[in-house]
């Protein structure tokens, strides 16, 4: 019952996404065993999906669908999630080192604990995520919109920051040590240009 709900949950993600780059392959050795590294996701619908505690380190999903998924503990180190829409996905704890997320839109997504050490965040939408406790030491977060997010406790060190836009944005007890401000809006609207 399980491989025919999966293959008609694969038939779906193939018609949603129309000349779908993806190997359908890979995407049917994920649901069935949750692990799936370096494997070709690029486009694929995986809305609203359980992928807890999943293995898809260095997995392409270029401008793949991850909108409300559970991504809790997943392992997608290094994966290529340029474009990728994850607006309200539960990533807590997920690591994410060396990932890039260029473009992503996370809004909404809880990335709680989540490790981002050296990910690639550049001009992706972080409003109103929930990144409390996370790491993000040498992360490029150039021009990311981090407007009401929720960073309390979160580790910035050596962050690239240049163009952020924090306004709203909850910093309390955040550590920044080294990080790169430069045209950064802060929470309460104004502009730090001390690290051009």
């Known amino acids: 019952m399980k491989r025919l709900l999966t293959a008609v949950t694969i038939a779906a993600s193939l018609m949603a996404s129309g000349a779908s780059a993806f190997d359908p392959e ?73 990932a890039n997320l260029a473009f992503a839109n996370l809004e909404g997504a809880n990335l709680s604990e989540a490790r981002l050490w050296e990910a690639d965040l550049e001009d992706a939408n972080l409003s109103e995520a929930i990144l409390r406790w996370s790491w993000m030491n040498n992360t490029n977060l150039s021009n990311v919109n981090l407007s009401n ?31 790169i401000l430069c045209n950064t809006t802060m929470p309460d609207s104004t502009v730090i240009y001390s690290g051009c």
């Not at 890979?26 to 609203?48: H, I, P, W, Y």
């Not at 929720?150 to 550590?175: H, I, M, P, V, Y």
Request: hydrophobic share 45%; charged share 20%; net charge negative.
């Open 26 to 98: 890979d995407l049917q050795k994920l649901m069935d065993t949750g692990e799936c590294v370096a494997c070709d996701l690029s486009g694929a619908n995986l809305a609203g999906i359980d992928l807890t505690q999943a293995h898809m380190r260095f997995a392409n999903l270029t401008n793949a669908n991850l909108e409300g998924a559970n991504l809790f503990l997943a392992d997608m180190d290094d994966a290529n999630l340029e474009a990728a829409n994850l607006k309200g996905t539960n990533a807590y704890r997920a690591g994410l080192t060396g």
């Open 149 to 179: 997010a929720d960073l309390r406790e979160a580790n910035l060190e050596g962050a690239n920051l240049e163009g952020a836009n924090f306004t709203s944005a909850n910093l309390d007890k955040a550590q920044m040590k080294g990080a």
